[in-house]
């Protein structure tokens, strides 16, 4: 098993509401992803952090927004859920600079909205 | 923006058979390429990568090969077992800055005792 943890590990959250998603990187690591992975499909990119910096984003509304502090954890905000945001939610550590770039990544959110 | 097609969607095989999954990838500047094993309500898990100045790379039972001319490459998984049932996820990426790789769709590889 990888050293990156996330929690909450399941979450409901109604229409409207907001949600705040953590991430633990593993040791070492300098750099989080956030992906979503809807049922039966691969993750899709959210965004990047690096050095507390957003550094690179797929095709997500503004209504996703990020954190990454000092120790490199990371935090996913969601507001104004949608239905569809129901998804698994991983986060991925990696380090950047490096030759080797590979993420690990965490056990996972599973986020239902209703 | 990098383009990765998986194939097939679903692989259904006898223990002791072997798997084969593919993937082409769009973009040529793609240099690493990782597959990932997902079992069921779990992490997708990195069993195997290749980069692009290689052309296959073994680990026991399990192969990636590599066409940077035909921009596709394939996971081969031999003496498949029960436990090797999951879906497999492919994907592409430059490294060096920003290392966001692209996933294909996955595939759901059940093996038949």
């Known amino acids: 098993e990888t050293g990156v943890t996330q929690s909450p590990t399941h979450l409901i959250k109604t229409r409207g509401q907001q949600v705040t998603l953590r991430c633990s990187s593993q040791?070492?690591?300098?750099?989080v992803s956030w992906y979503q992975q809807a049922l039966g499909q691969g993750p899709q990119f959210i965004f990047q952090?690096?050095?507390?910096?957003?550094?690179g984003r797929g095709n997500f509304p503004p209504r996703f927004s990020g954190l990454q502090f000092p120790n490199y954890s990371s935090e996913l905000n969601v507001n104004a859920l949608e239905l569809d945001d129901s998804a698994l939610y991983l986060c991925?550590?990696?380090?950047?600079?490096?030759?080797?770039?590979?993420?690990?990544f965490g056990p996972g959110t599973r986020l239902l909205v209703l | 923006g990098e383009n990765v097609e998986q194939h097939p969607s679903t692989l259904s095989v006898q223990e002791g058979d072997s798997a084969v999954i593919k993937c082409t990838y769009s973009?040529?500047?793609?240099?690493?390429f990782p597959w990932y094993k997902q079992e069921l309500g779990k992490r997708p898990q990195l069993i195997i990568d290749?980069?692009?100045?290689?052309g296959e790379k073994k680990d026991q039972r399990i192969a990636v090969t590599l066409n940077k001319t035909a921009k596709h490459f394939s996971l081969h998984i031999t003496e498949t077992q029960p436990e090797d049932s999951a879906v497999y996820f492919c994907?592409?990426?430059?490294?060096?800055?920003?290392?966001?790789?692209?996933f294909g769709r996955g595939t759901s590889l059940i093996v038949h005792p």
């Open positions: 040791s070492g690591h300098n750099t």
């Open positions: 952090y690096y050095r507390e910096e957003e550094n």
């Open positions: 973009d040529s500047a793609s240099n690493y």
């Open positions: 994907a592409a990426s430059i490294t060096g800055g920003s290392y966001i790789p692209t």
């Open positions: 290749i980069r692009s100045n290689v």
């Open positions: 991925a550590s990696s380090t950047q600079g490096m030759e080797e770039e590979t993420q690990y």
